[in-house]
């Protein structure tokens, strides 16, 4: 079955201490993301992967780190969490080259409490 | 800078009826993307549609059709003869163009809620 598997889906966790979430496809996709979801701020991204060891910051980098060092796998590295990194992150993966169709397939998300 | 405007924060319809979800962007790329994703109450995001700037068609897929209208720089999403499964918030998102996905920038979300 294709999918995005994200771990863990839900984390409580303490200001300060390393955390990693991890992504990872099943699909042979070039394409990975992860973006924060929260309260009317709606979807942004965090980082962006488009091949291995390629990697972009989206919109909201600061505090995060992600490496690509396997076509399947995305983590997402908190280094030092604090409490505004509280939120509901997605991780996605695409195809990536120019169609009329293109599905984005999106992980089931993790829920971060930061305390 | 790029942004994505979608200005009814939520939508309340009866099922059967049409309803209409808007969706205005900005971009100084010449050519770029455009998305659609819907949420359930559930959470998982769920890929609706991918529309390239070049291709102003309309797009239609069983009861969701879609509408790019260039000149306005809209891509508004229409919902016919809505169910209460329909039930979700829904975000639109801009993308560039340059590759074929690259940094995403999504709308704030528009909360559809379809009462029996």
């Known amino acids: 079955e294709a999918q995005v598997t994200q771990n863990p889906r839900y984390l409580i966790t303490v200001t300060g201490k390393k955390l990693t979430v991890t992504c990872s496809q099943n699909?042979?996709?070039?394409?990975m993301s992860w973006y924060r979801q929260d309260p009317g701020l709606g979807l942004r991204q965090i980082y962006y992967?488009?091949?291995?060891?390629?990697?972009d910051k989206g919109d909201v980098p600061e505090g995060y780190k992600v490496s690509r060092k396997e076509k399947r796998n995305f983590p997402l590295i908190l280094e030092s969490p604090s409490p505004n990194q509280t939120s509901l992150y997605f991780c996605?993966?695409?195809?990536?080259?120019?169609?009329?169709?293109?599905?984005?397939?999106f992980g089931p998300g993790t829920r971060l409490l930061v305390l | 800078a790029q942004k994505v405007t979608q200005a009814q924060t939520e939508i309340s319809v009866v099922e059967k009826e049409d309803v209409t979800l808007d969706c205005v962007y900005e971009?100084?790329?010449?050519?770029?993307?455009l998305f659609w994703y819907k949420q359930p109450p559930s959470g998982e995001l769920v890929f609706l549609i991918r529309r390239n700037s070049f291709d102003e068609q309309n797009e239609i897929s069983g009861r969701y059709s879609w509408n790019f209208q260039k000149s306005t720089s809209s891509f508004n999403f229409t919902i016919t003869a809505s169910q209460v499964v329909d039930s979700a918030v829904y975000f639109c998102?801009?993308?560039?163009?340059?590759?074929?996905?690259?940094?995403?920038?999504f709308g704030q979300g528009t909360i559809l809620t379809v009462h029996p």
């Open positions: 996605a993966s695409s195809l990536s080259r120019s169609s009329r169709v293109e599905t984005q397939y």
């Open positions: 998102a801009l993308g560039p163009g340059g590759t074929s996905y690259g940094k995403l920038t």
């Open positions: 699909m042979n996709h070039e394409y």
């Open positions: 971009t100084r790329d010449t050519t770029y993307y």
């Open positions: 992967s488009m091949n291995v060891e390629v990697t």
